[in-house]
């Protein structure tokens, strides 16, 4: 269903686009090419030119870190510590522009559309001049507004900036658990433009603004552009054997049967089953 609407939402886009005329017609010279699918250059680590979790340095209040050192400590034992994204929770803002899978912009003067295989979701960036509502209804990718910048001066548009507020918890920024304050106020700030010797290549300057770091925290992420790409359904729940009981994490083997994750993990309670008597 999510992929239907996925390609629902190109049709529409290109409707708009090939329909309008007169006055109001797509002028797309002012903007850039970013058509494509793009990919990641880089770690999945959250700032790609840093190790992974404790060698990212994020600048974490003492209480994340923490909340980050667990995180980690239980991986290695086999858990899967702050990383929700393994019970197939969307990854949302700004875990999404690491582009675990390619993404792809869709640019049309009101809104610019980002869509990613992962979880099949969509951005919005609204360039249309709006305000921010009053009330947000939060949600994994939040609601952004941009603006479109001719940076260099020559009558194109070639950078976009954006701001994204109103997401929701539980996120982190990477596969490692890096956290997020559980107030759920970040701010997500981007600016994004091409290359300018290399134009199938994409940067991406993202800075938080989050209440579980003591200062904002920027990283650039890069992409590569692949201008015929091939583009596949990504369901996570199709291959999910992940089963979580209360606070627990267990597998399903190849047969279905229940499996632990770590060494003596203790079975689920099953009090609310028949017991077998021996």
Same mark, same amino acid.
């Given at each position: ?148 910048? #001719?940076? +260099?001066?020559?009558?194109?548009? *070639?950078? &976009?900036?954006?701001? $994204? !507020?109103?997401?929701?918890? /539980? ?75 209360? #606070?627990? +994490?267990?597998?399903?083997?190849? *047969?279905? &049967?229940?499996?632990? $994750? !770590?060494?003596?993990?203790? /079975? ?11």
């Amino acid at each position: 269903m999510a992929r239907r609407l996925s390609c629902g939402l190109l049709v529409l886009v290109a409707a708009l686009a090939i329909g309008a005329s007169g006055a109001n017609a797509f002028d797309d010279a002012r903007y850039p090419d970013w058509r494509g699918g793009w990919y990641r250059i880089g770690s999945g680590n959250w700032d790609p030119d840093k190790p992974r979790g404790l060698g990212q340095e994020a600048p974490l209040t003492r209480e994340y870190q923490a909340i980050l050192e667990a995180s980690i400590a239980a991986q290695d034992n086999g858990s899967q510590g702050n990383n929700a994204g393994y019970r197939c929770i969307p990854h949302g803002m700004p875990r999404l522009m690491l582009a675990n899978e390619p993404i792809q912009f869709v640019i049309v003067p009101e809104t610019t559309y980002v869509m990613l295989e992962l979880f099949n979701q969509g951005r919005h960036i609204y360039t249309d001049g709006r305000g921010w509502p009053e009330r947000f209804t939060p949600a994994s990718l939040g609601y952004s507004i941009g603006r479109w910048l #001719d940076a +260099d001066g020559d009558g194109r548009y *070639d950078t &976009l900036v954006v701001e $994204t !507020r109103g997401l929701k918890s /539980p996120r982190a920024y990477d596969n490692t658990g890096l956290p997020f304050h559980k107030d759920a106020a970040s701010i997500i700030r981007e600016r994004i433009w091409l290359d300018e010797t290399k134009p199938d290549v994409l940067h991406n300057e993202i800075t938080t603004i989050d209440h579980a770091l003591t200062r904002p925290w920027t990283v650039t992420r890069s992409y590569r552009r692949e201008r015929n790409p091939k583009w596949n359904e990504d369901i996570c729940t199709d291959y999910n054997a992940h089963v979580v009981i209360r #606070d627990e +994490d267990y597998l399903l083997s190849w *047969d279905g &049967l229940l499996m632990p $994750t !770590r060494k003596d993990q203790p /079975p689920p309670d099953l009090r609310h089953f028949d017991q077998l008597q021996r």
